[in-house]
């Protein structure tokens, strides 16, 4: 098993846990219950507790949300409901980091997932169509995020993206071949094209080069073609000017 996360220094002696809060939970199961992230959960290298948020809403409806103040279309979050379970998880363990997905939120990069994969707990909190009632995010909330310019209808989906992108980087979760730091975005250059047999499909070749059996070759030419790539498609990523990830 390699080692990459040199930061997790004591990551034999726990398994990262992850809760997340959401109305939704059948929004949630599925994308986290295939591949890669449901090996991981078998082989117990996380441990992905889905929460539904209704059994704490209020009154005979278990309502989770309201009207807004002040008017204006669309329902918001309740305090109550999500302050309840919140506090209940906080008696159980500590909380490295609260997370509330939002489009408003900070965009959410490589390099946050590298960092939320270095903790031990952290709690994902859904939003849902108009938001969540200010004073959770004043003060339950400790980081918001979101997964891009472009707004969903709920959190789900975005809670979904940040735990793949985090639980692939646990330690023993990829293998050697598949390993993190060939990814994309690791190293700031989107990854060159790869190919399969036949390597002549109807006169559409497979370039020469990966035929040649030189490694040395082979990685000169995959490292042009990222940045040829990297260049043409995404010039933002090798200009520092433009923000870091
Ligand atoms: Cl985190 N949530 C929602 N609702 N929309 C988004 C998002 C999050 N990130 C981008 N769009």
């Known amino acids: 098993m390699k080692n990459y996360n040199i930061l997790n220094n004591d990551y034999f002696c726990h398994v990262m846990r992850i809760d997340i809060i959401t109305v939704l939970p059948s929004l949630l ?23 539904d948020l209704r059994p704490y809403g209020k009154g005979k409806y278990r309502q989770t949300d309201d009207y807004p103040f002040g008017g204006g279309a669309g329902m918001v ?3 109550e409901p999500i302050y309840r379970l ?6 159980e363990r500590s909380y490295d980091e609260i997370i509330y997905t939002t489009p408003d939120g900070l965009p959410f990069t490589q ?3 590298n960092r939320l994969s270095c903790l031990r707990n952290i709690i994902l909190l859904c939003g849902h169509y108009k938001g969540i009632d200010q004073r959770i995010r004043d003060h339950l909330i400790t980081r918001e995020l979101s997964i891009g310019d472009y707004v969903l209808s709920g959190g789900e989906l975005a809670a979904a993206v940040v735990t793949d992108a985090v639980v692939r980087l646990l330690p023993g ?6 390993s993190a730091l060939t990814d994309t975005f690791q190293d700031n250059l989107l990854a060159p094209p790869i ?3 036949p390597a002549d499909f109807r006169g559409w070749k497979v370039p020469e080069v990966l035929l040649s059996g030189d490694p040395a070759k082979i990685t000169e030419w995959e490292e042009k073609e990222s940045l040829s790539r990297t260049e043409r498609l995404r010039p933002d990523l090798l200009d520092p000017t433009m923000g870091s990830r």
């Open 29 to 51: 199961e599925s994308p986290l219950s295939h591949s890669i992230i449901k090996r991981a959960r078998e082989q117990s290298l996380v441990n992905i507790q889905i929460h």
């Open 77 to 79: 979050m309740m305090i």
């Open 86 to 91: 919140i506090e209940k998880l906080k008696k």
């Open 111 to 113: 390099k946050e997932a």
């Open 173 to 178: 979760v990829l293998s050697d071949e598949t």
């Open 195 to 197: 190919y399969t047999r």
